[in-house]
């Protein structure tokens, strides 16, 4: 079994109207029915752009949302149904480290503060000099120097500071860190290190990661299964190198020719997908599959109406789509959406085509 | 004779009682018509302050400009207030990163542009509204007239960027400057916005500044890049020359440091140490010494000059260069650690002061900060950042 399971995960937030009655009008489909697991030891990697439900989901495995329905196993437990105070407990063993350094910390009180504060909640380390001791320690696992103690959060930079957060999860001694963008705040050369760091915390501590990013390429760097979200629903799930070989879901496929990648020569060639429109809102999300409004292959029958569950195609690749089998073997056509050509020069006589190969 | 021909261009915030800031320390570049020129870098090296000088947007008091900024003849630093008004919207124009901030949130959004068309166009009434829907429209927004209605807050990220780029080539400007236009966009949304630029550049001729810290950006659209470190370009190039023989070591190290989609998983990254923060003055030195892995000593004796040692037009400015094939002198890297340690002796740069809100719309898109910059989206609500434990 893995160390964690989600199974059919709903958050839906009611929608409130009326100043005197606060009637619920609707709900926002945060979270609408996702099912995956992760391994002990491994790195999750959850993709999808913003608003497609990435970090309530991630907040609804600590239970720090509502969970509508679904159940999350840790270790064992269904922590979707555990009381209260028994839920203590468990989010020692599963800690969260946040995008904005600066915002997840408080200003007036120094990074010995900071870090004892989980420490003496959760009742571990002992003695305050013991305590002390434990967090020197972590400042060294993360590349803080041992003078960081006394020191607070503005005088650090932002890779410092996402250093410090996630020594803040660390000192817990967690079993799972749940990783909400946690280099997106951070310019490139910085990303790298806290990167790198990530990678070797959870080589030597055999951490298991939930990395949730909106950067494909952060994931796909990272992590060894990539789950790609679209508007609240996982639409495909693979491993890493499998997921990049051959993206399945027409979104998948769109979203990765979307991606820039820094190579010239890469970039003249890359064939792009153009999706048209914008996200529906998740308030309002569309009937059938949640794609179709905007899906390139979408098909006169089954996409408007029915919703495709996530099915595996072999290998641990899992789609959501009716026509995944034959988009793959080329039977269904590319409706609508633009195929830019790649090069600046073919853009000069550029005809949106309907590709009909 | 190229549209736009920066010289030199310095810009230094002084200020009573502080020290003096030389945002951007010596930067030349040309940009001609129908090309697009990027001007890339990390947070803070000077890329903002570079096209707002250029859109004649700093304020006067406690800025000095030093160098050239030609167009067409005129040199934009030195232009009165009144002068350079009448260049932006025709000749020049500016998108920034955040559009929200950039537009009028009490005015609907075609109020908005068919008042630029009568501004600069001295476009009236029904022609001016049909002009904006057809705008609006080109710039792939759906349904424009009853959009032209809306206000902003009622569009998405990605239409209200659009709105902006309307609201930007409504007077057909020769140049535009694009401040980090994408960063706060979804990828599929970047997408859409890039393929609306190069259109604007190859079909209309428009001559493009390409501002971005997105070396992935770069490589898919400009033609010559700029590569700025600590307000100094560090290596110029055409794209293809840059990204085949990254030459300056900090140029270098960022391609070496960012995860690329192609890459296999597991293939390592290799960041560069340290953080911004750990320079010196320019004056004194390479900036980037103390990160760098082929810092010499003669680093350390004044600024380097830019050359050409891998050919001609590739500039770099750097004494001890990445040169495959070739045998490099170092003295041994300087250790991490003592890096690491003088990072967090000496105090993070003071969180800036930014730029006063400037008359005009156009003024207020900068107000982001120093990592909001690499941020792509400023999530909303803020019991996200509360501690989980
Ligand atoms: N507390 C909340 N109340 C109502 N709606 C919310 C709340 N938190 C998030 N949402 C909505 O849920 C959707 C998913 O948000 P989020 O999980 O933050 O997405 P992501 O992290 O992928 O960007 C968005 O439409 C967002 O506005
Ligand atoms: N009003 C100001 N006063 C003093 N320093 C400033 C001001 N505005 C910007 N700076 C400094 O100028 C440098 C360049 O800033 P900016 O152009 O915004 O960087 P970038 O856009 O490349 O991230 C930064 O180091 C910043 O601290
Ligand atoms: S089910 Fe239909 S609309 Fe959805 S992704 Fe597949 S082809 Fe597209
Ligand atoms: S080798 Fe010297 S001059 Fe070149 S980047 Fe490194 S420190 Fe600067
Ligand atoms: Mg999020
Ligand atoms: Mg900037």
Redesign the pocket.
């Known amino acids: 079994m893995s160390l964690l399971e989600l199974d059919d995960v709903k958050v839906h937030f009611p929608v409130k109207k009326g100043l005197i009655f606060d009637r619920t009008v609707g709900h926002v489909y945060a979270v609408d029915g996702v099912s995956l697991s992760v391994e002990e030891g491994q790195t999750y990697g959850l993709v999808g752009e913003s608003g497609c439900g990435k970090t309530t989901l991630g907040r609804s495995v600590l239970r720090l949302v509502d969970i509508t329905d679904g159940s999350v196993n840790f270790d064992g437990t269904d922590l979707a149904k555990l009381p209260a105070e028994e839920m203590r407990t468990f989010r020692r063993r599963l800690q969260m480290v946040f995008q904005d350094p600066l915002g997840s910390l408080n200003p007036r009180q120094n990074i010995e503060s900071i870090l004892s504060e989980g420490m003496a909640a959760h009742g571990i380390g002992g003695t305050r000099e013991e305590r002390r001791e434990k967090i020197r320690d972590i400042l060294a696992k993360v590349g803080l120097p041992a003078n960081a103690l006394a020191r607070y959060p503005h005088e650090f930079s932002g890779g410092q500071r996402q250093r410090i957060g996630i020594a803040r999860a660390l000192v817990l001694e967690p079993d799972v860190i749940i990783c909400d963008e946690p280099v997106s705040a951070l310019d490139v050369s910085i990303q790298a290190q806290v990167i790198n760091l990530l990678e070797e915390l959870q080589e030597s501590l055999g951490l298991t990661y939930l990395v949730i990013a909106h950067d494909l390429a952060v994931v796909r760097h990272i992590s060894d299964v990539i789950g790609v979200m679209y508007l609240g629903s996982l639409?495909e799930e693979a491993p890493s190198d499998a997921l990049y070989a051959e993206p399945r879901?027409?979104?998948t496929k769109a979203l990765m020719s979307a991606v820039p990648v820094p190579d010239p020569e890469v970039e003249d060639r890359r064939e792009r997908i153009l999706l048209t429109g914008d996200l529906p809102s998740p308030a309002n999300p569309p009937a059938?599959?949640?794609?179709?409004t905007r899906?390139p292959?979408?098909?006169d029958t089954?996409?408007a109406t029915e919703r495709?569950a996530l099915k595996d195609v072999g290998g641990g690749h899992k789609v959501?789509?009716?026509?995944?089998a034959e988009?793959a073997a080329g039977t269904?056509e590319r409706t609508a959406a633009s195929v830019v050509p790649a090069t600046r020069e073919e853009m000069a006589d550029r005809v949106v085509e309907t590709p009909a190969e | 004779m190229p549209l736009l021909s920066v010289d030199e261009l310095s810009i230094t915030f002084t200020g009573r009682g502080r020290r003096d800031v030389r945002a951007v320390d010596g930067v030349s570049f040309d940009v001609d018509q129908g090309q697009v020129v990027g001007l890339v870098g990390e947070s803070g090296c000077g890329k903002s302050v570079t096209s707002l000088a250029l859109m004649g947007l700093l304020p006067k008091k406690g800025v000095k400009l030093g160098g050239r900024a030609e167009y067409d003849g005129k040199d934009l630093l030195t232009l009165s207030s009144n002068a350079m008004r009448d260049m932006r919207g025709k000749h020049l124009a500016m998108i920034f990163q955040d559009p929200l901030s950039s537009l009028n949130p009490v005015i609907p959004v075609g109020l908005q542009v068919t008042e630029i068309l009568e501004r600069h166009r001295g476009m009236k009434g029904a022609a001016a509204r049909k002009e904006a829907a057809d705008l609006l429209d080109r710039v792939g927004i759906p349904d424009p007239t009853r959009r032209l209605k809306e206000y902003p807050h009622q569009l998405s990220g990605g239409m209200r960027q659009r709105a902006l780029i309307a609201m930007a080539v409504a007077c057909a400007p020769r140049m535009l400057i694009a401040d980090e236009p994408t960063t706060a966009l979804d990828v599929t949304i970047q997408a859409q916005i890039l393929e609306l630029l190069k259109e604007l550049v190859d079909q209309q001729g428009t001559a493009l500044l390409m501002i971005t810290h997105d070396l992935g950006v770069v490589a898919g659209l400009c033609d010559q890049v700029n590569v700025l470190y600590a307000g100094k370009a560090v290596e110029s190039a055409g794209r293809r020359e840059l990204f085949a023989q990254p030459t300056h070591p900090y140029a270098h190290g960022l391609l070496g440091s960012i995860p690329r989609l192609d890459a296999p998983r597991g293939e390592p990254l290799r960041p560069i140490r340290g953080s911004i923060n750990d320079r010196i003055d320019w004056a004194d030195g390479c900036a980037f010494a103390p990160r760098c892995d082929h810092y010499t000593l003669e680093c350390l004796s004044g600024t380097p000059q830019l050359t050409e040692p891998v050919g001609a037009g590739h500039g770099v400015r750097c004494v001890n260069p990445v040169l495959t094939g070739v045998e490099v002198k170092t003295l041994g890297v300087p250790a991490e650690q003592a890096v690491d340690a003088a990072a967090a002796t000496a105090p993070a740069e003071p969180a800036e002061p930014k730029i006063p809100a400037q008359a005009g719309p156009e003024a207020d898109g900068k107000a982001e900060t120093d990592e909001g910059d690499a941020a792509p989206e400023a999530e909303p609500e803020a019991e996200k950042k509360k501690d989980a434990s």
């Open positions: 639409v879901h027409p979104y059938g599959c949640r794609f179709h899906c292959w979408a098909q089954l996409c495709p959501a789509c009716h026509f995944a988009i269904v």
